[in-house]
């Protein structure tokens, strides 16, 4: 991993690394971009001393989506759009599928790409002057709609992409999409102590968690909670199980190093 990036910050504080998006003006997603972000989720998923990560944003924009002017440029082909096309997935699944949780800290609109980014996160926080739209429809792009469904009813996720609407930060509040809606100087720092709590337990059990969460969202109830006790198998044969199961009936607190 390297030290610095062209449309990235990084910052590691104890187990907790934050990744601010960093493209002036509004933060445009662009190959380079994507390129970028998917290579810093691998390298923190990868490292034992990050245990959770922060997603945010410079600027006053979170992210307003795919850079059109590139989109513009692409010759439909010569495999030029396949090739963008897939940087563009694994990007997106980078952060959703990284090993360590990722609470969004999201400041100022997320607007097409950059909702779906957003949307990737395990945990959302965002400021009250921010507005998620997936405007697709008006700029002849077709995408995101996955994301929508596993995040809203089937209505309004239709009604969002058929008429391109802003949705503000209090309205994701009221359908429990994000966790809160809060003064833009206070974002950041709720989810950053969210991270840092979640730093503070079993990144066994945390990892497990994440990777279950992910797995049986495609899943069919019975074959869900089937994986789900087979992961309960696999952490039971562990130390850290072993130790915590004792410490909860003796009622006392898990051993240092657990």
Request: with cysteine.
């Given at each position: 991993m390297k030290t610095a990036y062209d449309t990235l910050e990084i910052s590691i504080d104890g187990h907790v690394a934050t990744v601010s998006l960093a493209r002036p003006p509004v933060n445009a997603q662009n190959r380079p971009s994507r390129i970028e972000l998917t290579e810093v989720f691998d390298a923190l998923g990868d490292r034992q001393d990050v245990r959770a990560i922060v997603l945010t944003n410079t600027g006053k924009v979170f992210s307003a989506g795919a850079d059109i002017k590139e989109r513009?440029?692409?010759?439909?082909?010569?495999?030029?759009?396949?090739?963008?096309?897939?940087?563009?997935?694994?990007?997106?699944?980078?952060?959703?599928?990284?090993?360590?949780?990722?609470?969004?800290?999201?400041?100022?609109?997320?607007?097409?790409?950059?909702?779906?980014?957003?949307?990737?996160?395990?945990?959302?926080?965002?400021?009250?002057?921010?507005?998620?739209?997936?405007?697709?429809?008006?700029?002849?792009?077709?995408?995101?709609?996955?994301?929508?469904?596993?995040?809203?009813?089937?209505?309004?996720?239709?009604?969002?992409?058929?008429?391109?609407?802003?949705?503000?930060?209090?309205?994701?509040?009221?359908?429990?999409?994000?966790?809160?809606?809060?003064?833009?100087?206070?974002?950041?720092?709720?989810?950053t102590t969210v991270a840092r709590d979640i730093a503070s337990r079993s990144p066994l059990a945390i990892q497990t968690a994440k990777r279950g969460f992910n797995v049986v969202q495609e899943m069919p109830d019975r074959d869900a909670y089937r994986y789900e006790q087979g992961l309960t198998i696999d952490l039971s044969r562990s130390k850290y199980a072993q130790e915590a199961q004792r410490a909860f009936v003796e009622k006392r607190d898990v051993a240092a190093g657990e």
């Open positions: 513009a440029g692409m010759a439909a082909e010569d495999g030029d759009y396949i090739l963008h096309n897939r940087i563009t997935r694994e990007y997106l699944y980078a952060v959703q599928d990284c090993a360590k949780p990722v609470i969004g800290a999201i400041r100022g609109p997320a607007i097409g790409a950059g909702f779906a980014l957003m949307m990737c996160c395990d945990i959302l926080y965002a400021s009250d002057d921010c507005f998620v739209q997936m405007p697709e429809v008006n700029v002849g792009l077709s995408g995101g709609m996955k994301f929508l469904t596993q995040h809203f009813g089937r209505s309004y996720a239709r009604f969002m992409y058929l008429t391109a609407a802003r949705v503000p930060a209090a309205e994701l509040y009221r359908l429990g999409v994000i966790q809160a809606a809060l003064p833009r100087e206070q974002v950041l720092e709720a989810a």
